[in-house]
């Protein structure tokens, strides 16, 4: 018997040896990728168990060495491809995977896939339509903010948020006929109400002329940009009221050559112990008035006219909850 299990284990082996060694060539296009796995003759018999995400080779060939090549032909709508914006990259990532069993078993070898695209300038997502968030137009400018999942790639289909994880907020500006504007979130407070009254308890998420303190105090930041015209907060979930949440914020899109200290993004950095212009680190100076008033030399009232236009916005309800209590399910709603 110990013999018989010794053979299994080194079969096994064998096999491992063969998918991890095997040579793998990755082709990206635009909208698709073509991966050829080469793999040993001892694995040819066993190509069904070979996946790119969730599907299996699209076809097999069989090699005048005996050897094969599983060639996976596919579009990165399928297969369960991850999209991630990153910075001015666009990328989409998956694994090959060898299972040796059926799932919920782990694979015995994975190997990641990655295709990394350049932003295509003037690139806008796919969600950036009057339908979705909170939208609405001024001086020929239309304004959005929504909650997006966490792919960043659809708003998101729940409003339930744990508490400690991160809400991807955006905030864009659909321009036609304007110039290049730098689209800004002046001020941000969260409330439990969806209007504001003068004595309306709020929580400031970001002050100061653009100051975000959250990334002070906590965990949030801004990502880097994929346009101008918009702006992506990674906001972590705290918990404000005993129910709903409303986002309120002020946005601005603005001429991007008059920055100052009235108008900017900036973000604490804590590896560094200072504030950090997102658009320019080289100017971060004009974010050194955050731990105190941030004023401008100029009449902003009359530069707003010729060189940006504001809105405010309203993001909600959002239902923070503790990870542990069961009393909302995912629709936002209380459980039966």
Wanted: net charge neutral.
């Amino acid at each position: 018997m110990e013999t018989h299990l010794y053979l299994v284990v080194v079969i096994v082996a064998v096999f491992v040896a063969a998918v991890a060694n095997a040579e793998v060539k990755v082709f990206c296009d635009k909208k698709a990728v073509r991966i050829t796995w080469r793999i040993s003759a001892e694995m040819v018999p066993y190509a069904g168990r070979l996946f790119l995400g969730k599907c299996m080779p699209s076809q097999l060939s069989v090699l005048p060495t005996g050897e094969g090549e599983a060639h996976f032909n596919y579009e990165f709508s399928n297969c369960n491809f991850k999209r991630l914006l990153k910075g001015k990259n666009i990328i989409f990532q998956n694994e090959l995977a060898y299972r040796p069993n059926a799932k919920p078993k782990p694979a015995v070898v994975t190997y990641p896939i990655e295709c990394v695209f350049k932003r295509p300038e003037g690139w806008i997502p796919p969600f950036l339509n009057p339908g979705t968030g909170s939208s609405a137009g001024r001086g020929g400018l239309v304004f959005h903010l929504a909650l997006l999942n966490e792919h960043l790639d659809a708003v998101a289909e729940t409003n339930v948020i744990p508490m400690g994880s991160f809400m991807p907020i955006w905030a864009a500006v659909e321009q036609k006929s304007h110039q290049p504007l730098l689209l800004l979130l002046e001020e941000c407070v969260a409330a439990t109400t969806p209007e504001l009254h003068p004595n309306s308890p709020v929580y400031p998420i970001i002050s100061n002329k653009g100051c975000l303190l959250e990334s002070l105090r906590g965990n949030s930041f801004f990502l880097p940009r994929y346009h101008s015209s918009a702006l992506i907060l990674y906001l972590q979930a705290f918990m404000f009221g005993h129910g709903e949440v409303y986002i309120h914020c002020k946005l601005v899109a603005w001429d991007p050559t008059y920055l100052d200290e009235t108008k900017k993004a900036c973000q604490y950095l804590h590896q560094h112990g200072r504030w950090e212009l997102l658009d320019d680190p080289h100017q971060s100076s004009i974010c050194s008035c955050c731990d105190s008033t941030c004023t401008s030399r100029h009449k902003r009232e009359v530069e707003m006219e010729s060189h940006g236009f504001s809105h405010t916005s309203v993001l909600g309800p959002l239902i923070m909850v503790d990870p542990s209590n069961q009393a909302y399910n995912t629709t936002g709603k209380p459980s039966p």
